[in-house]
């Protein structure tokens, strides 16, 4: 069964998924292992039935003006919040060193193998000064599992250099100065500058870029061409939070093969809907971590989190 296609910006809302959602939140809600993280997540309903009720916010034919996609974007940030109140950077880290190690690792693996790894990676080497001085054969082997790792080990021991030798051993809180470190670019740099040092920024990762290139939020392909048009989109203060719930929503719901659009609580917003499985009981199928009744990608999440820690190393669930 397929439901019609919303045009560019939308047509009506399709209570077919809004029902589908409200399912699906009641499912992620029951299966949520503690019950006060499960009393919070009911609290916060996924908001599809109101979403359902989205007037003709998505409505109508003919192009987007820039101030009704300027509204959209940013209910569907709102509707975000109200589905992903918990969410978070999902790399376990404890200073801006580890979070920067953390996020090099991250490239082409998941968060969850990254999180299983460091643990012991931050135990042999806690310091830039530690990890500039390692041996790279050793460091290689502790980070095997992320991939890549002769690559990843050549950037480790590089940025700890350059941390120790041009910056005192501390990690720069400014953009110009991360992005000059061995392995580092603009994402990375974001990462740590809006998570160990509160500076706002949108992380543009491929969950972040598709997503909103579904959304029609921008057509741009290139990621500092993405970043620009998002953060045109909303206040300052928004950005490092909306990256969080746009890469949340792309891990759990908004797949890149199979988006579960008869699950998700935005689809009346969504000019994609229908890119994905519409039928709500196969789409409730493909929900992911903690929507899907299953452990997320860190070790130690926050006591908000309404799902499972992460198994550690060699126990994948
Ligand atoms: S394309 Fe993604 S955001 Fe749009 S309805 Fe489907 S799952 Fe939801």
């Given at each position: 069964?397929?439901?019609?296609?919303?045009?560019?910006?939308?047509?009506?809302?399709?209570?077919?998924?809004?029902?589908?959602?409200?399912?699906?939140?009641?499912?992620?809600?029951?299966?949520?292992?503690?019950?006060?993280?499960?009393?919070?997540?009911?609290a916060?309903a996924?908001?599809?039935?109101?979403?359902?009720?989205?007037?003709?916010?998505?409505?109508?034919?003919?192009?987007e003006?820039?101030?009704?996609l300027?509204?959209?974007?940013?209910?569907?940030?709102r509707e975000?919040?109200?589905?992903?109140?918990?969410a978070?950077?999902?790399?376990?880290?404890?200073?801006?060193f580890?979070?920067?190690?953390?996020?090099?690792?991250?490239?082409?693996?998941?968060?969850?193998?990254?999180?299983?790894?460091?643990?012991?990676?931050?135990?042999?080497?806690?310091?830039?000064e530690?990890?500039?001085?390692?041996?790279?054969?050793?460091?290689?082997?502790?980070?095997?599992?992320?991939?890549?790792?002769?690559?990843?080990?050549?950037?480790?021991?590089?940025?700890?250099?350059?941390?120790?030798?041009?910056?005192?051993?501390e990690?720069?809180?400014?953009?110009?100065?991360?992005?000059?470190?061995?392995?580092?670019?603009?994402?990375?740099?974001?990462?740590?500058?809006?998570n160990?040092?509160g500076?706002?920024?949108?992380?543009?990762?491929?969950?972040?870029?598709?997503?909103?290139?579904?959304?029609?939020?921008?057509?741009?392909?290139?990621?500092?061409?993405?970043?620009?048009?998002?953060c045109?989109?909303?206040?300052?203060?928004?950005?490092?939070?909306?990256?969080?719930?746009?890469?949340?929503?792309?891990?759990?719901?908004?797949?890149?093969?199979r988006?579960?659009?008869?699950?998700?609580?935005?689809?009346?917003l969504?000019?994609?809907y229908?890119?994905?499985?519409?039928?709500?009981?196969?789409?409730?199928?493909?929900?992911k971590?903690?929507?899907?009744?299953?452990?997320?990608?860190?070790?130690?999440?926050p006591?908000?989190?309404?799902?499972?820690p992460?198994?550690?190393?060699?126990?994948?669930?």
């Amino acid at each position: 069964m397929t439901p019609p296609r919303n045009s560019a910006v939308g047509e009506r809302a399709p209570t077919g998924a809004a029902k589908a959602a409200n399912k699906a939140k009641k499912k992620s809600g029951a299966t949520s292992s503690a019950k006060g993280a499960k009393d919070a997540q009911d609290a916060k309903a996924l908001p599809a039935a109101k979403a359902a009720r989205t007037p003709k916010a998505a409505a109508g034919a003919g192009p987007e003006s820039r101030t009704a996609l300027v509204r959209r974007a940013r209910r569907i940030n709102r509707e975000l919040a109200e589905v992903y109140p918990y969410a978070h950077p999902e790399l376990d880290f404890e200073n801006p060193f580890e979070l920067l190690v953390a996020t090099v690792l991250s490239a082409q693996t998941t968060d969850l193998r990254v999180n299983q790894t460091t643990p012991a990676l931050f135990a042999a080497y806690p310091t830039p000064e530690d990890m500039a001085a390692a041996d790279p054969e050793t460091l290689e082997q502790l980070i095997r599992p992320t991939g890549f790792f002769r690559a990843k080990a050549k950037s480790l021991i590089g940025l700890s250099t350059a941390i120790r030798d041009r910056f005192g051993g501390e990690v720069p809180g400014r953009i110009e100065d991360l992005v000059s470190l061995p392995g580092v670019g603009r994402k990375t740099a974001h990462v740590v500058l809006g998570n160990a040092f509160g500076r706002p920024g949108i992380t543009v990762d491929t969950h972040f870029g598709r997503l909103v290139r579904r959304w029609k939020w921008t057509e741009a392909t290139d990621p500092e061409k993405v970043e620009a048009e998002i953060c045109a989109l909303f206040p300052k203060s928004e950005w490092t939070m909306l990256s969080h719930r746009v890469i949340f929503h792309g891990r759990r719901i908004c797949h890149s093969r199979r988006p579960a659009c008869g699950a998700c609580p935005i689809a009346p917003l969504c000019p994609s809907y229908g890119e994905g499985e519409t039928d709500p009981e196969k789409a409730e199928k493909l929900l992911k971590y903690e929507k899907g009744g299953k452990p997320g990608q860190r070790l130690k999440p926050p006591p908000d989190y309404p799902g499972l820690p992460a198994p550690p190393l060699g126990g994948d669930a």
